[in-house]
């Protein structure tokens, strides 16, 4: 099918996600990928700034990875995952339980960010519910973003997103996103909550708040957040689904924390954005009150496509390049570079509210207009960089870069001069 009817195609019968379909403008046609490059139908190459939707952490079509999914394709493509087991599973529990705190022992699996939350909650409310002590209430920050489905809207910031749905959501306490006074009112806010004992769990995307405009607080803060939960006796949950695998600088970023929690969800860059898989893991104190004679006690969920053969294939394989110091030199050599390139953002007049954390860059575009996720700003720069053969995704006059770790030299420094350039003929 040639570009002109694949997107006549494409208007008649494909409908988009986070697309106003009347205004949209036409699609990019992505025929191809290959590392950190996007190539349309036109044989026009685009630098894939945010690994597409943050998640191609390894760039596209690393062999290694392809390789361990064609191998795993002509052993097993998939089996139901109640009542049988596979060893590609096996193998990805005993190694990701190996690489989060000690007390995560116990994995479970679904298939994509949001579904690895809603398990997550399922296993907070029912923990106290089989305890006999059910708690209704969780605790989330301002901004939250934790997915598109009923249980992760509702624990996410209310808005424009979310506005029809809003009568159908549960209880959830925000308090205010913790920088400057911010940081010790949220803390009493959520003290004078934890008192109740109604709070089931807190839920927190650590360090980095992604679609809230990759937002960042800090370590101690959390800590400090994390014992509050504890000694009121609530569960905490970390959302790792954007933050994790190398995007803050370390494997987790709960590794820059002392506290630990007791449920983390993990998805995005887990197969090396090659497939979806969702991971929920908890400590064997959540499991174990889990355990009973009673069938009605157990975590009754799952999804068909639960613990796929192929995904947990490709995430085994991508842990191995985790486990390759080049991985880690690139994400430091990405995070020195973005570094250094703040010096000049820092000089420029429309740039506030510069953050850097890990292979993360971003910053506020002055508008006028406050941070608004709607703001005119957004298409703006989204169709300077296309022009320039680089694909951002702006979030409202946010402007952000994560790219994928095999990013080269000369392509992150045009993904600066870009942005520059951009800001220069604003
Ligand atoms: C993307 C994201 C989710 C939802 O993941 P999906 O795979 O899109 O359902 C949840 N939490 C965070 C922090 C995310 O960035």
Known sequence: MDRATSLEKDKQHVWHPFTQ??????????????ATSLIDANGK?????NSSWWVNVH????PYLAQALQEQFS?????IFAGATHPQAIKLADRITSLLPEKLEKVFFSDDGSTAIEVALKMAFQYWYNKNAPKKRIIALDGAYHGDTFGAMSIGQRGAFNKPFEHLFFDVDFIDFPVGEARSQSLIHAERILKSGEVAAIIVEPLVQGSAGMRMYDAVWLDAFVSLARKYGALVIFD??????????KLFAHNFCEQEPDIVCLSKGLTGGVLPLGLTVA???IYDAFLHPETAKALLHGHS?????LACAVANASLDLFEQPETWDSIEWIEERHRFFTDALKAHPKVKEIGLCGTILRFEVETGEGNNYFSSIRDKAYNYFLDRGC????????LYLNPPYCISEEELDKLHVVLLDFLDDL
């Open 283 to 285: 400590t064997n104190e």
């Open 75 to 79: 052993q097993l493509d998939h089996v």
């Open 21 to 34: 379909m009347q205004t949209a403008g036409e699609p990019l046609c992505i025929v191809r990928a290959e």
């Open 45 to 49: 190459s685009y630098i894939d700034a």
């Open 59 to 62: 760039g596209h079509g690393h």
């Open 240 to 249: 790792e689904v954007m933050t994790g695998w190398g995007r803050t600088g």
């Open 305 to 309: 496509f639960t613990g796929s053969a």
């Open 391 to 398: 694909l951002i995704r702006p979030l409202g006059n946010v």
